[in-house]
């Protein structure tokens, strides 16, 4: 997995306009659907992605503390 560049190939972390958060990481969904925590479900719809750690801590001075 590559680490957020700035070149736009990368994953990435942003806020949308309506203060969610949007990720683009590797589509992780039918290698992790059997080992899932207990409790944890994937529903139709939705995938399961995997953003390196590198680019959550580059993002971290941007989120805001709860």
Do not use: F, H
Not at 40 to 66: F, M
């Amino acid at each position: 997995m590559g680490n957020t560049s700035g070149d736009g190939s990368c994953p990435d972390i942003w806020e949308l306009s309506n203060g969610d958060v949007a990720m683009i990481g590797q589509d992780a969904t039918e290698e992790y659907r059997g080992r899932l925590p207990d409790g944890v479900s994937i529903d139709p719809g939705e995938r399961l992605i995997i953003v390196p750690r590198s680019t959550v801590v580059a993002a971290k001075v941007d989120i805001p503390d709860a």
